[in-house]
């Protein structure tokens, strides 16, 4: 079962633009996590946002999580070709006696030169 | 850099047969998992392991899937016998702490092992 739904399900952008992506999900949250994975590979991880935390950067992503909302996004600024892949969002909530990490279904982003 | 590897990365088999899979996380890692991605999805969890104990296997096809984690370090995962709708991306994962309430941090991933069942 998947907990995070992503928004949109794909995105086509020229080079140079600007990608957001949106996460939302139901339950409560220990972190969000964004997942990066170019076609065929593993999944890269880029950036955590704790649940006390509003909005987090790293290079060109800016996270910024709203729990009141249920909702993350992923912003990339000033867009690469090499930025085309697939985009995840997994949410870490305590279930069970542990803490769990669930994927959504994910952004499928192209950026074109 | 530290790495997970996984064996193979591609296999082909014909349905009926049984098929296995190899992980090994990066050392000192206790948390391994086991996660299943079908083509345009999101990777779902198959089992999880602290150690070599079993955390969460509950979304795992016990009549076909097993898995395991002898000594706590590499893993493997087996499915027999594999049938068409098991053709997918097989993803081992493993992370720095443990499933208690620190967890889960950042995870670290394989390459995959990209099943194709005829």
């Known amino acids: 079962s998947q907990q995070g739904e992503e928004d949109p399900q794909a995105l086509s952008i020229q080079e140079g633009e600007n990608a957001t992506m949106n996460c939302s999900y139901k339950t409560s949250i220990n972190n969000l996590q964004w997942y990066r994975q170019n076609s065929g590979r593993g999944l890269v991880h880029l950036i955590l946002i704790r649940s006390n935390e509003r909005e987090k950067h790293s290079g060109r992503l800016r996270v910024t999580l709203d729990t009141s909302k249920k909702s993350s996004s992923l912003l990339i600024t000033a867009s690469r070709a090499a930025d085309t892949a697939s985009y995840f969002c997994a949410t870490v909530g305590f279930s069970g006696g542990y803490n769990k990490l669930i994927f959504g279904a994910g952004t499928r982003l192209a950026v074109h030169p | 850099e530290a790495e997970v590897a996984q064996s193979p990365r591609y296999k082909i088999t014909e349905k009926s047969q049984a098929v296995a899979f190899w992980c090994d996380p990066i050392s000192g890692h206790a948390t391994l998992y086991w996660y299943r991605q079908i083509l345009g999805q999101g990777p779902e969890l198959l089992v999880q392991?602290?150690?070599?104990?079993?955390v969460d296997d509950s979304q795992l096809p016990k009549d076909r899937f097993s898995a395991e984690r002898l000594k706590g370090v590499d893993s493997t995962l087996k499915i027999q016998p594999a049938e068409l709708g098991d053709s997918a991306m097989y993803l081992c994962?493993?992370?720095?702490?443990?499933?208690?309430?620190w967890g889960t941090g950042e995870l670290f991933f394989g390459e995959g092992s990209r099943l194709t069942v005829l």
């Open positions: 392991f602290q150690d070599e104990s079993v």
């Open positions: 994962a493993s992370s720095l702490a443990g499933p208690g309430l």
